[in-house]
């Protein structure tokens, strides 16, 4: 069974809850699915999980693995792994996120590991998403939103990706913001990128995983992934 990395055109477009829907179909599907966010940042969560983000993938595949494998580095601020742990005076340690994912692909029979920010965020001066996505030599879903600015920002991702040697198993429209129609853009995008949208997902009042899972199971072929 294949495992993937969760990328994204930027930082707020759906990773965590596309991925999110993601697990919990795997979950219902009977894959025993692990979900891991190697850096995460931002405001700490006072209670359960640091990372909000681990809090809802955690929930949503429903694992009970440790915190320091599923998000092995929290960084206080909202920055990227780089910025945040200069100014934070914290060693970034890419060898234990390494380790932590090693341990969980062990673990669980597929892995969905989201990404930080967008496919560009730097992790040390000259390592960024891209290289770890290299070093853990995973595939990757490009979670797209619909807003206008969005067909150059995956043009890019899509470029930057086929640079580095990263497969790109597909794009995910994530159509909560307004701007393009969404079957426009897939035209447009598939056209273009050469790299096929594998769903789009509606805007979701209230969002809750178990409404992004209904989503991801009308709109996406869950069956080419596994
Ligand atoms: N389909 C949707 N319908 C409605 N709201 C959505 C949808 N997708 C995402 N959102 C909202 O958009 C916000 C950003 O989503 P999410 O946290 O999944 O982004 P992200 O790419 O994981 O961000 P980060 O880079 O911080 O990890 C969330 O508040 C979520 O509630
Ligand atoms: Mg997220």
Known sequence: MKSYFISGTDTDVGKTYVMSGLAAAFRKMDIDIGVMKPFAAGTEQKSGFKSEDI?????AAQVNDPEQLLNPQFFSIPASPFTASKNLGVRVDVNLILDSFKKLSNMHDMLLVEGMGGIMTP???DYFVTDLIKAMNLETIIITRSRIGTVNHTIMT???CKQYGIKITGI???NFDSGYSPHELQRDLEEITDVKVLGIIPYIEKI?????MRHV???IDLKLLI
């Open 55 to 59: 809090q809802i993938l955690a929930k």
């Open 123 to 125: 992790i040390l001066k």
């Open 158 to 160: 899509c470029n930057m």
């Open 172 to 174: 995910v429209i994530n």
């Open 208 to 212: 809750t995983i178990d409404k992004m």
């Open 217 to 219: 199971e009308e709109n």
